[in-house]
């Protein structure tokens, strides 16, 4: 299977401080979705701004998608690569929805008559549809992390890049991601999909989670290996996701129940 990132000894530090990142080196099978799950301030944001050359690379090598990133190739990186990023006011750029979803691909020099067309489906995909003229101020948390996640659909990238995306969401909005992740997972099987994140709720559902501590991957396994992993969850400062916890508390009041992923399998089981 290729890859859709390829980190190769890459050493990065910001400023005078010590090394971040060091002699970092990790791979993400392309049409996978994989979690970098890391604890506030590993490096997680600083990962994905150097993939997308946000950051200078002075140490090591990325590739994405193949082509490895320097001057030559980057503009061609960014045009397949596609970020949502924590905060839903800072992303919703347009006045309405339509609008928002319809900058990146005047961006792209889509041609006006198309537009429409790649807007709604989009739009419907993440159940937006009937809100296209909706403004900002009309819409939750994540009703405009939905129309992030359309907007950087419609410009049809091999790599879309959730960095905390639904960190700053209430329960309700982070189910409606992660039922718009599970949909595009099964529509768009091509599509390699990374999420960036501390919440362990998102990892449950990966093909591959990368744990990202003191500058280094650390672990790379299923959710099976790493959520359940109470030792190295704890090294590693991660908290565990909730249908564990409970089941913990379970066990330790003699309660004997097995692995469950999600808090439907667990009331099942119960
Ligand atoms: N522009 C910057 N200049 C200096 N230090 C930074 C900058 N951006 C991030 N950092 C530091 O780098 C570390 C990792 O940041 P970041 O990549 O944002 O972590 P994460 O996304 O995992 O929370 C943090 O300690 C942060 O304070
Ligand atoms: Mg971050």
Redesign the pocket.
């Known amino acids: 299977m290729q890859n859709i990132i390829e980190f190769k000894n890459v050493t990065f530090k910001?400023?005078d401080?010590s090394p971040?990142l060091e002699n970092l080196s990790f791979n993400i099978k392309k049409g996978t979705y994989s979690v970098l799950l890391?604890?506030?301030?590993?490096?997680?944001?600083?990962?994905?701004?150097l993939i997308i050359g946000l950051?200078p690379l002075k140490n090591g090598q990325i590739f994405v998608n193949d082509l490895q990133l320097n001057e030559e190739n980057i503009d061609k990186i960014r045009n397949n690569v596609a970020i949502v990023f924590q905060n839903p006011d800072n992303q919703f750029i347009g006045s309405t929805v339509e609008d928002d979803i319809a900058f990146g691909l005047e961006n792209r020099c889509v041609e006006q008559e198309k537009m429409p067309e790649i807007i709604t489906k989009f739009a419907t995909l993440v159940s937006m549809e009937n809100f296209l003229k909706a403004e900002p101020s009309a819409l939750s948390g994540g009703q405009k992390q939905r129309v992030a996640i359309a907007g950087a659909l419609a410009l049809n990238p091999d790599l879309l890049i959730l960095?905390?995306a639904t960190s700053m969401l209430d329960p309700k909005g982070k189910k409606e991601i992660n039922e718009v992740i599970s949909i595009l997972r099964k529509n768009n099987p091509n599509m390699s999909i990374l999420s960036?994140t501390?919440h362990m709720d998102e990892a449950i559902i990966a093909d591959e989670i990368l744990v990202?501590n003191k500058g280094q991957i650390v672990k790379v396994g299923t959710p099976k290996d790493i959520l359940f992993d109470q030792k190295l969850l704890e090294e590693n400062n991660l908290l565990p996701p909730f249908v564990v916890n409970v089941r913990k508390q379970m066990l330790d009041n003699g309660l004997d129940i097995p692995l469950c992923f999600s808090i439907e399998e667990l009331v099942d089981k119960l």
């Open positions: 910001y400023d401080n971040l890391g604890h506030n301030g590993s490096g997680k944001s600083t990962i994905a701004k950051l960095d905390e960036i501390h990202l």
